[in-house]
């Protein structure tokens, strides 16, 4: 059975390794939804209601990739090459989100946000407190297994933020 099957199918350890898992798909799963969103020119993203500020392209790819990354690292916990694909991705992530709070829409005009004003908000535009909290739950990918403490204290102030 494909380990991915395994941990739903239940034959881990617990029940409990099973939440990781399906967070991590949900929030992989929203990012691909938004960046097909922006791509395809939905209205809600590129003309938003008054009273609404879309998920910026940049962030929605961020959510993508790590929670492809962190599904990665749990479910072929046990393959040496996997988990350093998974510390290799979160940590160019980490680098793409520095790039990001340095030239704030640079990524997302590439990927086809920056639609407009929200009043003083750009809309399209990853925040920088979202750039820190992605920049915190990078960190935290990257060194889960390795230091587990670190990972821990780095999810959990992106938690709080």
């Given at each position: 059975m494909p380990p991915f099957w395994r941990v739903m199918a239940g034959t881990f350890s617990s029940r409990f390794a099973r939440v990781p898992v399906l967070g991590a798909g949900?929030?992989?799963?929203?990012?691909?939804?938004?960046?097909?969103?922006?791509?395809?020119?939905?209205?809600i993203f590129v003309r938003p209601p008054q009273h609404f500020i879309p998920m910026a392209p940049s962030t929605a790819l961020a959510f993508l990739v790590l929670g492809l990354a962190l599904l990665t690292r749990i479910v072929?916990?046990?393959?040496?090459g996997m988990r350093v694909a998974a510390a290799v991705v979160?940590?160019?992530v980490a680098g793409v989100t520095l790039l990001?709070?340095?030239?704030?829409?640079?990524?997302?005009?590439?990927?086809?946000?920056?639609?407009?004003?929200?009043?003083?908000?750009?809309?399209?535009v990853m925040s920088p407190v979202t750039a820190g909290a992605l920049l915190l739950l990078s960190v935290a990918i990257g060194l889960l297994g390795r230091r587990t403490l670190y990972a821990s204290v780095c999810a959990t102030l992106a938690a709080l933020v």
């Open positions: 949900v929030v992989a799963a929203h990012g691909a939804v938004v960046l097909v969103g922006w791509w395809a020119a939905w209205p072929w916990a046990e393959r040496a979160s940590w160019t990001n709070l340095a030239f704030p829409a640079w990524l997302d005009g590439i990927l086809g946000g920056a639609a407009g004003d929200f009043g003083q908000v750009r809309l399209g």
